[in-house]
């Protein structure tokens, strides 16, 4: 009966969207979109908590009322103050990662609360990095200062509030400037394909990952080792491009574009093609914001004579911010490390090629089937292998290995 409310919850907030934004306009469709994205944010993502769930709302609204006021006061100043209201968001999302949660505990104890942690903050990486992409945008002039009604939509629009993708500011807004139309069929579709990934398939593919196969307490042969890696892989993928196409679907039937986070990333033939096609907009996060202006200071600092060096030093801290982004942990940092690791080897190796091979040899070797076919099995295991990082913690890993005969 849950799953029957939550469903025709969902379907009404989408009818109800919809309905403003093609039948309201000016301040009245802001104030509905704004009220009825914060009461569904409520309702779906925080209400029924175990503890707190009021509590926990109303700091993450008070976090987004904070951050409205420093965008408003540093974004368009001069100088470096825009870096102040860019970073806020930062900050908010390394307090609630990093913070140890005894501090919330002890704080709960001298407020009179029994909290038992750091309250959840569902969504709060992708929150921090669109609002923090946002202030690039006011800064650069891409797009004007949002009023509070417009941060607050975009800040809490339920379909892309828990797990992205990550729009920008100037895209969302398309849908309020111009009339965005996606066939209803096509939208619908779509929603329905990611709700078979998401709710079905996964499901089925999570019986033979790490936890599923071997976090028993059995003893297992070598060969369910691969097997787990390739399904959790599948599952991961399953589980989040499902709740995407799901995210895109209902936007676009309410009349708001949504960016796509995958592009067949099976079929990626090196780990630098994999993160163009896999969390598309993360990666376009971090190419804008961390990778583009920090290799250009790199290559300034050490010459041009080093720059090949400067990019690979670059590539590793980006893949680095990526691992740490994920989750708090060491198994996050070592699998942005092993990424880090993938990009930075093939960044070498087709330098390597370029230069032993010439203009028209590198073009014929790229273009050779045979060799397409072999780096794209290549990476499939190297990128599904590298996921044990993000599936388990070292203790995890240590009891997986364990139990292998």
């Not at 934004?21 to 569904?40: F, I, Y």
């Not at 939509?153 to 992205?164: D, E, H, S």
């Not at 971090?286 to 250009?296: E, W, Y």
């Amino acid at each position: 009966m849950d799953r029957i409310y939550l469903i025709g919850g969902l379907l009404a907030y989408v009818f109800a969207g919809r309905v403003a934004m093609r039948q309201l306009g000016g301040h009245v469709r802001e104030a509905t979109l704004a009220g009825l994205n914060v009461a569904s944010v409520f309702a779906f993502l925080f209400y029924g908590g175990k503890e707190h769930y009021v509590l926990r709302f109303v700091i993450y609204l008070a976090l987004i009322v904070a951050l409205y006021f420093v965008l408003l006061l540093f974004a368009n100043k001069r100088g470096r103050w825009p870096w102040l209201a860019f970073f806020a968001p930062i900050a908010a999302l390394i307090i609630v990662r990093y913070v140890p949660g005894e501090w919330y505990v002890a704080l709960g104890h001298a407020l009179g609360k029994s909290w038992r942690g750091v309250p959840q903050m569902i969504g709060i990486s992708y929150l921090a990095f669109r609002c923090s992409r946002l202030v690039l945008e006011i800064r650069n002039g891409a797009v004007p200062k949002p009023n509070f009604l417009e941060y607050v939509n975009f800040a809490f629009f339920l379909p892309t509030m828990p797990v992205g993708p990550i729009n920008t500011y100037a895209n969302f807004r398309r849908g309020f400037t111009e009339r965005y139309v996606v066939p209803v069929g096509r939208a619908a579709l779509r929603i329905l394909v990611g709700a078979v990934k998401y709710l079905f398939l996964a499901g089925l593919c999570n019986q033979l990952t790490y936890s599923g196969l071997l976090l028993d307490d059995h003893p297992h042969h070598w060969m369910d080792l691969p097997v787990a890696m390739l399904f959790y892989y599948l599952y991961l993928y399953l589980n989040f491009s499902g709740f995407c196409d799901m995210a895109i679907g209902a936007a676009a039937l309410i009349g708001i574009p949504v960016p796509e986070n995958f592009d067949n990333p099976f079929a990626a033939r090196n780990v630098k093609d994999f993160w163009n096609r896999w969390h598309i907009t993360l990666s376009v996060w971090m190419r804008d914001v961390v990778f583009s202006p920090l290799s250009k200071f790199l290559v300034t600092k050490m010459g041009i004579q080093l720059a090949d060096h400067a990019i690979a030093l670059t590539i590793t801290i980006v893949f680095l911010l990526v691992g740490i982004w994920h989750g708090c942990g060491w198994n996050f940092a070592a699998y942005g490390a092993v990424h880090a690791l993938g990009v930075v080897a093939n960044h070498y190796y087709t330098i390597f090629l370029k230069k032993k091979l010439g203009r028209e040899r590198f073009k014929a070797y790229n273009d050779n089937q045979w060799i397409r076919a072999i780096a794209v099995v290549l990476t499939f295991c190297y990128c599904g292998a590298s996921l044990i990082f993000f599936a388990n913690t070292f203790p995890q890993i240590k009891e997986i290995f364990s139990v292998l005969r």
